[in-house]
């Protein structure tokens, strides 16, 4: 799930760092300046350091064999958008900024390593600004999709950042910009450090790139001081982040709530009139675009017989008549499909939930809102 405020590395013991790279991947022929992603990943993992990269979606379909090989090197892979925009302005703008996220997702998914994947604005711009009318409109916009919202956590920012674009930008030396890194983290730092294998929207900074000689200057350094180093997901915070369970309550077009009786073990009706004990429901991630329900007692919604009928809360673990397809259907907006096809809805005579609307059928008593439930 997306946070309401920026996460960085405070969580990390002394004199320990996690290394993150924007704007990739890139690669360059021959000697010189240029982006190397590859072999920065290479040096590395040479070095028994695990890094993290974020990644451009456009670039990484470009250059599709550099993604499996970093996974291979052991390194995590994070989304970093497709186009690179400065959310917060493509959002203001009428920027779709779920489907940044979700194009990127579509390119990365496969390597990313990881059951949730790590998210990263460009910029680190997602537009907080408290005290506002709209506090936090970029991870709520995100947040109004359940399925980023379940299989992502952001928007994960730095503790360290000492310009190393700007350096390539200004035609710098490889040693200029590890100074200004070993400077920037000191002899007692900890936290997680941005640097730019790439660069996505400056072409002078992106041919000086020089970050692989940096790299072979700055990481002696650092471990003659003591420092060791961390992917992204051993950052204790952070792997926290990715452990918690997204919890909903789903309202009905009817205006009422999906209420397993006696919040599970039999019956499931939609007569809710709002969120008590029995309305929340666990969701969890059991396959490609696939979530099961889990209600408060640990029973799981399952369609009886795959579907064509009522919908029950008795299976004690998921299966394939508790697997449900997740549909997108419009922001804070989702429906559900079986594993025959049908579609759940409410039954209007008797509040019973049931998977009886085929795919023909879908209609919007088959779409729920969801809210978000705090446990």
Not at 210 to 226: A, W, Y
Not at 325 to 338: C, E, H, K, N, T
Not at 348 to 375: C, G, K, R, W
Request: hydrophobic share 40%; net charge negative; glycine share 12%.
């Amino acid at each position: 799930m997306y946070q309401n405020e920026d996460i960085k590395g405070a969580s990390l013991p002394d004199k320990t760092l996690c290394l993150t790279f924007d704007d990739g991947p890139g690669g360059t022929d021959g000697a010189g300046a240029g982006p190397r992603t590859l072999e920065v990943a290479q040096y590395l993992h040479s070095q028994d350091i695990q890094a993290t990269f974020f990644v451009v979606g456009k670039y990484a379909a470009e250059l599709p064999e550099v993604l499996p090989k970093l996974a291979a090197l052991g390194h995590l892979i994070g989304n970093h958008t497709y186009d690179h925009p400065h959310l917060s302005q493509y959002l203001s703008n009428g920027g779709d900024v779920v489907a940044e996220v979700a194009r990127a997702d579509g390119v990365i998914k496969k390597w990313t390593g990881s059951p949730v994947t790590y998210f990263r604005a460009p910029y680190g711009d997602v537009g907080f600004a408290p005290g506002t009318a709209n506090p936090h409109p970029v991870t709520d916009a995100l947040n109004a999709n359940l399925s980023l919202s379940l299989s992502h956590v952001g928007p994960v920012l730095w503790d360290y950042d000492a310009a190393d674009w700007q350096t390539w930008q200004e035609h710098g030396a490889a040693q200029t910009a590890a100074d200004n890194y070993a400077d920037a983290i000191g002899d007692d730092g900890r936290g997680i450090v941005l640097m730019h294998d790439c660069t996505s929207d400056m072409e002078l900074a992106r041919r000086g790139n020089r970050d692989l000689e940096m790299l072979r200057l700055l990481v002696p350094r650092l471990k003659q001081k003591g420092y060791e180093f961390v992917r992204l997901d051993d950052v204790p915070d952070i792997a926290a982040l990715a452990q918690v369970e997204i919890t909903v309550a789903l309202k009905a077009a009817n205006g009422l709530y999906v209420s397993p009786q006696d919040g599970g073990g039999g019956d499931v009706l939609v007569n809710g009139p709002d969120v008590g004990q029995w309305e929340p429901l666990v969701v969890e991630d059991v396959g490609v675009g696939k979530v099961a329900l889990r209600t408060v007692t640990g029973h799981y919604l399952s369609a009886e017989g795959g579907g064509g009928g009522n919908i029950v809360a008795t299976a004690d673990t998921p299966g394939d008549f508790e697997a449900f397809d997740l549909i997108s259907m419009g922001p804070y907006q989702v429906a559900f499909r079986s594993f025959k096809g049908d579609f759940p809805s409410p039954d209007n005579a008797t509040s019973a939930l049931v998977a009886t609307a085929h795919h023909q059928d879908m209609n919007p008593d088959t779409v729920f809102m969801f809210e978000y439930i705090t446990t």
